[in-house]
Nanobody
């Protein structure tokens, strides 16, 4: 059974940084599409950052470009989202997700979603 566990959320001031981690069990991270999504109260889910092994591309939502970075350590079955220069509008529940077979580039997955989802971790940025 594929399970994903996100961690690392918390409360941070504007301009601060957090690093989220997503650890997988029942699955390896090699040759996958992996992504981070977020959902704020009253808003639709947003694909924040995705990476696809089909072409090695990464995709970032315009709202986080230059501030967030996605990475994956396949040996540890762990993906990361480094979040810098955080803003109050980054406040949301963040979810990691994975697709077992990376057919498409990263942007497709961030726009469409993925097959497996972990429980979210809350990120709150105070002004």
């Amino acid at each position: 059974e594929v399970q994903l566990q996100a961690s690392g959320g918390g409360l941070v001031q504007t301009g601060g940084s957090l690093r989220l981690s997503c650890t997988g069990s029942g699955v390896t991270f090699d040759d996958r599409a992996i992504g981070w999504f977020r959902q704020a109260p009253g808003k639709e889910r947003e694909g924040v950052a995705c990476i696809s092994s089909i072409d090695g591309t990464t995709y970032y939502a315009d709202s986080v470009k230059g501030r967030f970075a996605i990475s994956s350590d396949n040996a540890k079955n762990t993906a990361y989202l480094q979040m810098n220069s955080l803003k109050p509008e980054d406040t949301a529940v963040y979810y990691c997700a994975l697709d077992l077979v990376a057919y498409y580039s990263a942007g497709y997955y961030c726009r469409s979603g993925m097959d497996y989802w972990g429980k979210g971790t809350q990120v709150t940025v105070s002004s």
